[in-house]
RNA sequence: GCUCCCGUAGUCUAGUCCGGUCAAGGAUAUCGGGCCUUCGACCCGACAACGUGGGUUCGAAUCCCGCCGGGAGCACCA
């Protein structure tokens, strides 16, 4: 089985290219066999453009998702390949070259009529195509088209355009090439070429099968077969492949790996497994509706696999500071468990009181009631707390555990400044527990009453707030 | 407008090819309860679906036809 994933260079891989990447992966790994990529570079056009910093963007997110290929191709290296396939599609009549403007060819095929050109005999394409090919056409004056029913019911499959001139300069070939194949021709070749035994790929595509087929049919060759899959988007994923481009080049979003991108690097930044990824994408299978589906599915799977092993941690957003009177003594420092249920994962000594951080909105929720500070303590807060208040004296009540609102804290001492990463790109700052002073770069943390978080990649101990991530709930 | 595809609970999905074992299973969400010193986990319970109309049949989510709804294509993009 010989599988191929055919991105272009325009993005970084994001949530709705999951399907192209897992479901390949996973026919590959179940019938042991090799998964091509293959950069689909042609030159694209001045809307769509190539950006030659992408494809080593693309490569690292196909290894975040464990879905390294076996090779890589680049359409761009693979041109030449094509004109010899073209002429022998031109000598069996299939095809003949068009020097309509676009416009008027738009017009003729929904109206199924026949250009001028279209009555040329195999010698004259062949003449009209060295010319192409040797320059003497400028961009937009001519085309290779397919010849195809004129009639056939469906317009968009009526002779479609093949080969076209485009002088835009390619980042990686320059302008070596004048003459570029459009996706389904170099397709019809590729899949042969690079002997593709299942086609895989999105439902957008399901007009090129026919084109493909009908390419080989003319040239007596048998292609492999086609499977679609539907679009996948997140709910909470609105944006588009575009647009993050234009936020992420302009310095608007932090790189690709920017949580408003909802790409793979950015899921994988914020402590998502590409686990959690391939169980919830091929959980649709290879349906073709259209889906949307909520992220909190996607957390859900992730808890599920990260919630045991992961170690629990306080974090204070907002805090304020307040000092608890009549504090018992001995309790300047406790030990706590990592994990609720998972004793193997340890404890470690937390500094508490008697001087605490308490996230200023649950100090205002709670304003002359008694609470409990998780873990520890139960205390009285004062009547009044004034929105912006610096400091607050609180008084120490018993240290039974009874039905109390439950807050996290922070022991002032050893405390560190924390800088969460929210999802619109926010930059929440607390304060965290003196433990996290020693966190290493990418570890997972559940922040208690917060969510699940992940350490940045680039964050060293001693270098400032510990910058994390915010993952889900 | 034309062509193709898709419609099972709020969401996603199993079942549809090969009609009965489906008074429709699972996941997630929501609601209620329990439990652990988290708003997280776990346990128990509840809610909730075959788009619609006809036909075939002893029997239809499943086969046929119409309609309705949704999506994609009709680029010298991929």
């Not at 992966?25 to 570079?41: A, C, P, Q, S």
């Not at 402590?271 to 990824?277: N, Q, T």
């Not at 170690?311 to 957003?317: G, L």
């Not at 009631?369 to 400091?391: F, Q, S, T, Y």
């Amino acid at each position: 089985m010989v599988l191929r994933m055919a991105p272009f260079p325009s993005g970084g891989l994001h949530i709705g290219s999951a399907r192209m990447i897992f479901v390949n992966d996973y026919y590959r790994t179940r019938y042991r066999g090799k998964l091509l990529l293959v950069f689909d570079d042609t030159i694209g056009s001045e809307e769509k453009r190539i950006d030659l910093a992408l494809f080593d963007v693309i490569l690292r997110d196909l290894e975040i998702a464990g879905a390294t290929p076996d090779a890589v191709y680049y359409k761009s290296d693979r041109i030449p390949l094509f004109y010899p396939w073209a002429r022998r599609v031109i000598d069996r009549g299939g095809a003949y070259v068009c020097r309509c403007p676009a416009e008027l060819l738009r017009e003729n095929r929904a109206k199924g009529q026949a250009c001028g050109e279209r009555a040329q005999t195999p010698g004259q394409t062949v003449d009209e195509w060295e010319k192409m090919l040797a320059g003497g056409y400028a961009q937009g004056e001519a085309v290779l088209r397919l010849r195809t029913d004129l009639h056939d019911p469906d317009p968009a499959f009526r002779d479609r355009v093949l080969f076209r001139i485009s002088d835009l300069d390619h980042p990686r070939v320059g302008h070596r090439y004048r003459v570029w194949p459009l996706l389904e021709f170099s397709w019809a070749v590729d899949d042969i070429e690079l002997g593709i035994t299942h086609v895989i790929r999105g439902k957008d595509l399901v007009m090129e099968d026919r084109m493909q087929e009908h390419l080989w049919g003319l040239l007596g060759l048998h292609g492999p077969p086609f499977l679609h899959w539907g679009l996948l988007r997140l709910r909470e994923a609105k944006i588009s492949k575009s647009k993050s481009y234009l936020e992420v080049k302009s310095g608007q979003y932090d790189g690709w790996a920017d949580p408003r991108t909802w790409s793979i690097a950015s899921l994988d930044r914020r402590g998502i497994s590409p686990e959690a990824m391939r169980k919830f994408t091929l959980s649709f299978g290879l349906s073709l509706a259209d889906i949307e589906v909520p992220a909190e599915t996607l957390y859900a799977e992730n808890r599920a696999i990260i919630d045991a092993t992961t170690p629990r941690r306080a974090f204070v957003e907002d805090p304020v500071r307040v000092d608890v009177d009549e504090y018992p003594p001995g309790l300047e420092h406790v030990p706590l468990a990592n994990h609720p249920e998972q004793e193997h994962l340890g404890r470690r000594e937390v500094a508490a009181g008697p001087g605490f951080w308490l996230p200023r909105a649950d100090l205002a929720r709670s304003a002359g009631a008694e609470v409990r500070l998780k873990d520890l303590m139960n205390i009285r807060l004062p009547p009044d707390i004034p929105a912006g208040a610096a400091g607050v004296r609180a008084t120490f009540t018993t240290r039974e555990n009874r039905k109390l609102p439950r807050l996290q804290w922070v022991g002032v001492e050893g405390a560190v400044p924390v800088d969460l990463l929210g999802l619109e790109g926010e930059h929440r700052s607390g304060i965290g527990e003196g433990a996290l002073a020693q966190a290493g770069p990418r570890d997972i943390y559940q922040f208690e009453r917060v969510g699940f978080v992940r350490v940045e990649a680039d964050w060293r101990p001693g270098t400032g707030p510990v910058r994390v991530v915010f993952g889900h709930p």
